[in-house]
């Protein structure tokens, strides 16, 4: 808001609403006659509020009286009937999807109808109040909302309101799905915000313009864990600023996705926000590979994390008050000022699994070499292989470490000091050594295979002893003979709704394991109390994997406002997720 007075356009002042200022003893000049337009009382006071131009903008007088605050509403209700609207985004890439939401007025009346044309071709595509439409092809389009109250109508048409283009020029919001046929050039800073959804699907290249960000307040699914030969790849000619979740406690995935190029922390989580973080390749970055700051809520899994460079900081994870999981990730030959880890104020993190090697500490000019900075956390480390060239120092904070192998030995139940005996380690510390085309897996042989906790929820995926490192327990990584070390993902099953909440369609689209998709798949639909309201899939190969629900049940009748949950069934998982139907 800003005060009337400097309105340059007063033809454009549709309302003003009026106030006897003498009730609450302040007096304003007395005006017959403002920018134009007649007052309707004659004491001496002037109008107070005014609403000018199409986009309803509030302006006030100089006053900061509560009373004057109260008028607000008053004002907003004697509006006129009037057409009016807004979207999260205008301009985008295909497919973009649009959420539109009706700004018309009276604000605080009840509109009998409202009546969407999405692409200027003078049809109506949805009397929704406040409708998602999913752009899927290349140009620019026109937009129009009628809205209907007792018999009269209003219309608003903004001509080439929405512009989806090639994708060669991305900028600002960010929503819809992303193929990988397409272009994606990101030349200034974008971002998802909170309610809306970007899908990005497997083999889509996001190449950053210099010192770009991408900030996520609302949902990313980057998730390309059906196809691990065509990773999601985000890197940059020059550098890139990284990928940063803020506030956000939507379920983020980041699966099967090559990032590289940052010069700010590749993956950084704040704000207590909500992300899984799995079978990456977090490689060449002039930053730490991934920083989180006040968030519990994330799991870093079975990624290869090597070859970063941070001479301020640790080049591998960073952890401020935030205890997450770590498992079954290789890390290796980073180099930074602390090599592998920086665990600070509460971050007591659970390190299972992992082969942390070959890393390279830069401290005092390498002469307190750290591989881990521990400050006030006591992380818990269990069946994972730490070496380094010279002693594992722990500043601060002693880690609890057990049935592990660290280099220089360290006190705690079954754990063991001697060479893991690695396929094809790297000859050095740090970046002067490729960590990526190395092999980290073990020989037959190793004193680390079926070494590690005897207890059986941590045994291999073949039933036998958890073998140390990144390659044993559960979720081991599997071994590949490829040149450039590509994580085989074991593959998470899981299911996107967009929009969400949604009325009266929603699209339900599932990512389905390479294992899984050639077996019978289920798809059904339930209400709070565990009813079956839909089925979509029964028990049948899917050769889609993009659906779309109407809201009405197995009978056809309309289903009733409230939460619902899809859950996928397949041969290895069962999964489901929450949707809203608003009415």
Not at 157 to 169: K, R
Not at 314 to 340: F, H, K, L, M, Y
Not at 353 to 359: F, Q
């Amino acid at each position: 808001m800003e005060s009337w007075w400097n309105t340059q356009n007063p033809d454009e002042v549709y309302y003003i609403a009026t106030y006897d200022w003498s009730e609450i003893g302040v007096y304003m000049p007395y005006s017959t006659e403002v920018y134009g337009y007649l007052g309707d009382f004659g004491n001496g006071y002037v109008p107070f509020f005014v609403v000018i131009g199409a986009s309803n903008i509030l302006m006030y007088g100089d006053n900061d009286y509560q009373p004057a605050l109260d008028m607000v509403p008053e004002a907003i209700a004697s509006f006129m009937l009037g057409a009016n609207f807004a979207s999260n985004v205008q301009v985008g890439p295909l497919d973009l999807g649009v959420q539109f939401t009706s700004m018309s007025t009276p604000a605080t009346g009840v509109i009998d109808a409202w009546e969407w044309d999405f692409d200027g071709d003078g049809q109506i595509d949805s009397t929704e109040e406040n409708p998602y439409y999913l752009y899927t092809e290349f140009g620019s389009y026109d937009v129009s909302l009628t809205v209907y109250l007792d018999g009269e109508s209003d219309t608003i048409t903004l001509e080439n309101y929405i512009t989806v283009n090639d994708g060669s020029n991305i900028y600002g919001p960010l929503s819809g799905i992303w193929h990988a046929e397409n272009t994606y050039n990101i030349t200034g800073d974008v971002n998802i915000a909170e309610g809306d959804e970007l899908i990005i699907n497997p083999g889509v290249e996001l190449q950053f313009a210099t010192d770009m960000q991408f900030v996520i307040n609302g949902l990313l699914l980057a998730d390309a864990s059906s196809t691990r030969g065509e990773p999601i790849v985000f890197s940059s000619e020059t550098s890139w600023n990284g990928i940063r979740f803020f506030d956000t406690l939507e379920d983020n995935l980041l699966v099967n996705c090559e990032i590289s190029d940052a010069s700010v922390s590749a993956i950084k989580v704040e704000g207590d926000s909500k992300v899984d973080i799995i079978g990456c390749k977090i490689f060449e970055n002039n930053s730490s590979a991934i920083e989180i700051i006040g968030s519990d809520n994330v799991l870093i899994s079975q990624n290869i994390i090597a070859n970063n460079t941070n001479s301020g900081n640790t080049a591998g994870i960073i952890c401020n008050t935030s205890s997450v999981e770590i498992t079954n990730n290789v890390i290796v030959n980073n180099t930074g000022q602390w090599g592998a880890f920086n665990l600070s104020n509460g971050s007591n993190a659970i390190i299972t699994n992992n082969t942390i090697a070959n890393n390279l500490s830069t401290n005092n000019n390498g002469t307190t070499p750290y591989l881990m900075f521990l400050m006030n956390s006591v992380p818990v480390i269990t069946n994972s292989i730490i070496i380094d060239s010279g002693e594992i120092y722990f500043p601060q904070s002693t880690p609890i470490i057990t049935y592990s192998c660290v280099t220089g030995g360290f006190a705690g139940e079954g754990n063991i000091d001697e060479d893991p005996l690695f396929v094809a380690p790297t000859e050095g510390d740090g970046t002067d050594y490729n960590g990526l085309i190395a092999s980290w897996w073990l020989q037959v042989g190793s004193p680390c295979i079926d070494a590690g906790n005897p207890d059986a929820m941590y045994n291999d995926a073949d039933g036998t002893r958890n073998d140390m490192g990144a390659y044993g327990g559960p979720n081991g990584m599997e071994p590949t003979d490829s040149d450039d070390n590509t994580v085989d993902v074991i593959a998470v099953n899981s299911i996107s709704v967009y929009p969400n909440p949604f009325n009266p369609t929603a699209n339900i689209a599932l990512s389905i394991n390479e294992n899984d998709i050639q077996q019978p798949v289920s798809v059904k639909i339930f209400n709070i109390k565990g009813q079956l309201v839909k089925t979509i899939v029964n028990n049948e190969i899917v050769q889609n994997t993009n659906f779309v629900w109407n809201g009405k049940d197995n009978k056809g009748n309309s289903t009733s406002s409230g939460m619902y949950f899809v859950k996928m069934k397949t041969a290895t998982s069962e999964v489901s997720k929450k949707m809203l139907l608003i009415k």
